[in-house]
């Protein structure tokens, strides 16, 4: 049976993802620029009467409308802060409105120090069928760096719980290239990682975003991120060595065997249709050869406020003509590594990659950062290493 990366494109009034976006966590980590806020409590019930607000209103549009669920994803912020029946009554409301298709992959983000088995079957019970734990390290000194509340034994414990609540779909995020960390100290963190057999590893070189407090310290100087080669040298390290231990990689910065893909972020990768609710969630509606793209609300608060009152929380929009959307195409997927099929871009925008593209691909396979087989088209190892400014071309 063919993977999920080699199926070709969906067509348009097929089944879409679902991403639904809590934003409070215990504690802000200094590294991360996701729309999460720190918090001892939270509005709970009214968030959750806004999203199924705000759910109820995008199901009456044409985008939507009697159109099945594929995938639906909890993101945060840390979803699992909130109680199984609130989790439980979105995915009720969105079987309601939508339909769940019978495989529909249902995945949940938590942090390892905020869950418990009791949580976790409360979780499975609801419909939740894929968890991932952002474990980040194994290593009690990085993880402190990191700005984590959980330690190494947490990861493991929770874990191990998530495997007797019944998830067989566990995916664990490592972070590498942290300053100060050697490469056997990487190797120590995937060996721990691997013997805790997650069927998905996402593995992320850090990075020092505008807006988050390791960017502020990194201008005054009291952070120095590992230069450039080091980083290669450790992104090199890891696509070797978690495809030794069994998990090949898929996409640029993420890992599984055949039919263990996270098939929610396959949907972004491949440009289709999705639908984000919650404060500053994204969505994207693809209509023929272009689309509709909007956001929400960043403010808790004001997006409740918003969504409860109408329905609707959008504080921006854009409409993305042809040529756009073949550019976000291309780039999107070549983070696949299989790529695309030449024959899947020809279908979907009636033009073929090379008419439209013609010069600056040619470049990129001259220069060996593009190949082409059996007729599709990816990255090669040098590409990878410097997939930002391939992604350029096509922006």
């Given at each position: 049976m063919a993977s999920a990366i080699d199926s070709p494109l969906a067509p348009l009034d097929s089944a879409f993802s679902l991403y639904v976006h809590i934003p409070w966590c215990h504690s802000k980590c200094p590294y991360c620029d996701f729309n999460s806020h720190a918090a001892l409590v939270w509005p709970e019930n009214d968030y959750v009467a806004a999203l199924l607000a705000e759910m109820e209103a995008r199901s009456r549009e044409p985008s939507w409308n009697g159109r099945q669920?594929?995938?639906?994803?909890?993101?945060?912020?840390?979803?699992?802060?909130?109680?199984?029946?609130?989790?439980?009554?979105?995915?009720?409301?969105?079987?309601?409105?939508?339909?769940l298709r019978p495989d529909s992959e249902v995945t949940l983000e938590a942090n390892p120090g905020t869950v418990a088995e009791p949580k976790l079957a409360g979780m499975r019970a609801v419909g939740v069928n894929r968890i991932s734990f952002g474990a980040q390290s194994f290593n009690a000194a990085t993880l402190k760096f990191l700005g984590r509340i959980h330690s190494p034994d947490d990861t493991r414990a929770a874990v191990h719980a998530a495997h007797r609540a019944g998830f067989d779909r566990l995916n664990l995020d490592l972070i590498f290239a942290v300053p100060g960390q050697q490469i056997d100290d990487l190797n120590a963190d995937i060996e721990a990682l691997a013997a805790l057999e997650p069927d998905h590893i996402s593995a992320y070189n850090l990075t020092f975003?505008?807006?988050?407090?390791?960017?502020?310290?990194?201008?005054?100087?009291?952070?120095?991120?590992?230069?450039?080669?080091?980083?290669?040298?450790?992104?090199?390290?890891?696509?070797?060595?978690?495809?030794?231990?069994?998990?090949?990689?898929?996409?640029?910065?993420?890992?599984?065997?055949?039919?263990?893909?996270?098939?929610?972020?396959?949907?972004?990768?491949?440009?289709?249709?999705?639908?984000?609710?919650?404060?500053?969630?994204?969505?994207?509606?693809r209509d023929g050869m272009g689309g509709r793209r909007w956001w929400n609300e960043r403010m808790p608060a004001r997006y409740a406020e918003r969504a409860a009152h109408d329905g609707l929380a959008e504080a921006g929009a854009e409409s993305i003509d042809a040529t756009t959307a073949m550019g976000e195409f291309v780039f999107l997927n070549l983070r696949l590594r299989a790529g695309f099929a030449a024959s899947g871009f020809e279908s979907r925008f009636g033009k073929s990659f090379d008419s439209v593209f013609g010069a600056r691909a040619a470049r990129l396979f001259e220069g060996g950062l593009l190949t082409r087989d059996a007729g599709r088209i990816f990255l090669t190892d040098r590409g990878l290493e410097l997939a930002d400014s391939v992604f350029a071309e096509f922006v």
């Amino acid at each position: 049976m063919a993977s999920a990366i080699d199926s070709p494109l969906a067509p348009l009034d097929s089944a879409f993802s679902l991403y639904v976006h809590i934003p409070w966590c215990h504690s802000k980590c200094p590294y991360c620029d996701f729309n999460s806020h720190a918090a001892l409590v939270w509005p709970e019930n009214d968030y959750v009467a806004a999203l199924l607000a705000e759910m109820e209103a995008r199901s009456r549009e044409p985008s939507w409308n009697g159109r099945q669920l594929k995938t639906i994803f909890f993101g945060g912020g840390t979803p699992s802060l909130f109680a199984p029946a609130s989790i439980g009554r979105i995915i009720d409301r969105a079987a309601a409105l939508f339909g769940l298709r019978p495989d529909s992959e249902v995945t949940l983000e938590a942090n390892p120090g905020t869950v418990a088995e009791p949580k976790l079957a409360g979780m499975r019970a609801v419909g939740v069928n894929r968890i991932s734990f952002g474990a980040q390290s194994f290593n009690a000194a990085t993880l402190k760096f990191l700005g984590r509340i959980h330690s190494p034994d947490d990861t493991r414990a929770a874990v191990h719980a998530a495997h007797r609540a019944g998830f067989d779909r566990l995916n664990l995020d490592l972070i590498f290239a942290v300053p100060g960390q050697q490469i056997d100290d990487l190797n120590a963190d995937i060996e721990a990682l691997a013997a805790l057999e997650p069927d998905h590893i996402s593995a992320y070189n850090l990075t020092f975003e505008e807006g988050t407090a390791f960017f502020v310290e990194m201008k005054r100087g009291r952070i120095k991120p590992l230069d450039s080669d080091d980083q290669a040298t450790f992104y090199s390290f890891v696509r070797e060595e978690l495809p030794r231990r069994g998990y090949p990689m898929y996409e640029i910065s993420n890992f599984a065997p055949p039919g263990h893909e996270a098939r929610h972020n396959l949907a972004y990768w491949r440009a289709e249709s999705y639908l984000g609710l919650g404060a500053g969630a994204h969505s994207f509606a693809r209509d023929g050869m272009g689309g509709r793209r909007w956001w929400n609300e960043r403010m808790p608060a004001r997006y409740a406020e918003r969504a409860a009152h109408d329905g609707l929380a959008e504080a921006g929009a854009e409409s993305i003509d042809a040529t756009t959307a073949m550019g976000e195409f291309v780039f999107l997927n070549l983070r696949l590594r299989a790529g695309f099929a030449a024959s899947g871009f020809e279908s979907r925008f009636g033009k073929s990659f090379d008419s439209v593209f013609g010069a600056r691909a040619a470049r990129l396979f001259e220069g060996g950062l593009l190949t082409r087989d059996a007729g599709r088209i990816f990255l090669t190892d040098r590409g990878l290493e410097l997939a930002d400014s391939v992604f350029a071309e096509f922006v």
